[in-house]
């Protein structure tokens, strides 16, 4: 049951150009949606998100873009840098009546390789 | 910047045995996760809690698994009798209340448990 995909296990770029990381999903009812950037052995560390009423975030270097027709969305970089080389992971919520678990389905990541 | 934190970083135990992980949520967070990453494989929702009680919980989180918040800090997960496949990372997530602000989920560095 992959409800969030993310088709791309790995991903490798340059120095200075930018990463493009795309995410898909399934569940109609997904209104929440975030990126996070996991180094091994380490927790998830949120980078950003966006709600399905915006369609682009943007913070600093990082631009995350929804499509909902098309249930994608995608992470741009720019420009990359070796420092984010790490595992990218996209999660996606959905809001329920009545109260708000917002438990997150993650995809299963991809490595992106920033190489100088 | 707070963060959360987990104890212990590792764990290894005999199969049958007890484990408690620890978590030390964001101290103004109410909302309270805890999810699994086997190795090779995506990071799964186990459970949430919020106000003293759960208010969801996956498939995998069965009779063996349970969560307790014992004071004003500390949020735990029991495994009661560990079996060799319950052998994953363990992360813990906090969130504060929620509004569109703020459905972020902000995650620890894991605890590692190894069933042998």
């Known amino acids: 049951d992959q409800q969030v995909k993310q088709n791309s296990p790995s991903l490798s770029v340059q120095e200075g150009r930018i990463s493009i990381l795309n995410c898909d999903y399934t569940n109609s009812m997904f209104d929440y949606f975030l990126w996070y950037k996991k180094y091994p052995a380490e927790g998830p560390t949120f980078l950003i998100s966006i709600s399905s009423i915006k369609d682009k975030n943007e913070d600093g270097r990082f631009t995350v873009f929804l499509n909902k027709s098309a249930k994608h969305l995608s992470l741009h970089i720019v420009p990359s840098q070796p420092g984010d080389s790490a595992v990218y992971f996209c999660?996606?919520?959905?809001?329920?009546?009545?109260?708000?678990?917002?438990?997150?389905?993650f995809g299963k990541g991809t490595l992106l390789t920033v190489n100088p | 910047e707070p963060e959360v934190t987990q104890t212990p970083s590792h764990q290894v135990t005999q199969m049958g045995q007890e484990v408690i992980l620890r978590c030390v949520p964001i101290s103004n967070h109410l909302y309270f996760y805890w999810y699994r990453q086997i190795l090779g494989q995506k990071v799964e929702f186990l459970v949430s809690f919020y106000n003293n009680e759960i208010s969801e919980k996956s498939e995998i989180f069965d009779d063996q698994f349970s969560v307790e918040r014992p004071d004003g800090s500390n949020f735990t997960l029991k495994i009661r009798s560990t079996k060799l496949e319950d052998s994953a990372m363990y992360f813990c997530?906090?969130?504060?209340?929620?509004?569109?602000?703020?459905?972020?989920?902000?995650f620890g560095p894991g605890t590692r448990l190894l069933v042998l």
């Open positions: 997530a906090s969130r504060s209340f929620p509004t569109s602000a703020s459905e972020t989920q902000y």
């Open positions: 999660a996606a919520s959905a809001s329920h009546s009545g109260g708000s678990n917002y438990k997150l389905t």
